[in-house]
């Protein structure tokens, strides 16, 4: 996949609830579980909130959307490399972690 160097001030990233205490301590991690397809281990996100619906629509499969919890993560000293998601516009991933200092906040989808 085409690395991607537009990143916005903030991303946005779909988890289930249950994990946010782990989250909060030791923040994202990526795993290989797979959703959509099998691929290395990857940590996805959204460019902006308007493509949330669309990525909590692929998801509900794996998280039921009452278990969705909805990160907002500020990209401003991020060191990652992100790369295009070639399944959804205007998403993409890393294959690095995320610190919860980088976690400004978590919603669900409304």
Same mark, same amino acid.
């Given at each position: 996949?085409?690395?991607?160097? /537009?990143?916005?001030?903030?991303?946005?990233?779909?988890?289930?609830?249950?994990? #946010?205490? *782990? +989250?909060?301590?030791? %923040? @994202?991690?990526?795993?290989?579980?797979?959703?959509?397809?099998?691929?290395?281990?990857?940590?996805?996100?959204?460019?902006?909130?308007?493509?949330?619906?669309?990525? /909590?629509?692929?998801?509900?499969?794996?998280?039921?959307?009452?278990?969705?919890? #909805?990160? *907002? +993560?500020?990209?401003? %000293? @991020?060191?990652?490399?992100?790369?295009?998601?070639?399944?959804?516009?205007?998403?993409?991933?890393?294959?690095?972690?995320?610190?919860?200092?980088?976690?400004?906040?978590?919603?669900?989808?409304?």
């Amino acid at each position: 996949d085409e690395k991607d160097t /537009s990143i916005p001030k903030f991303l946005y990233h779909i988890t289930n609830k249950s994990f #946010i205490n *782990k +989250i909060q301590s030791r %923040g @994202l991690i990526p795993k290989t579980k797979s959703k959509q397809s099998y691929h290395p281990e990857r940590i996805y996100f959204t460019k902006n909130e308007t493509n949330m619906k669309s990525f /909590s629509n692929m998801l509900i499969r794996f998280i039921p959307k009452e278990e969705q919890l #909805i990160l *907002k +993560i500020d990209t401003e %000293g @991020l060191d990652n490399t992100f790369y295009q998601d070639p399944n959804l516009s205007n998403a993409i991933y890393t294959h690095q972690n995320i610190s919860p200092q980088h976690i400004v906040s978590y919603s669900t989808l409304d």
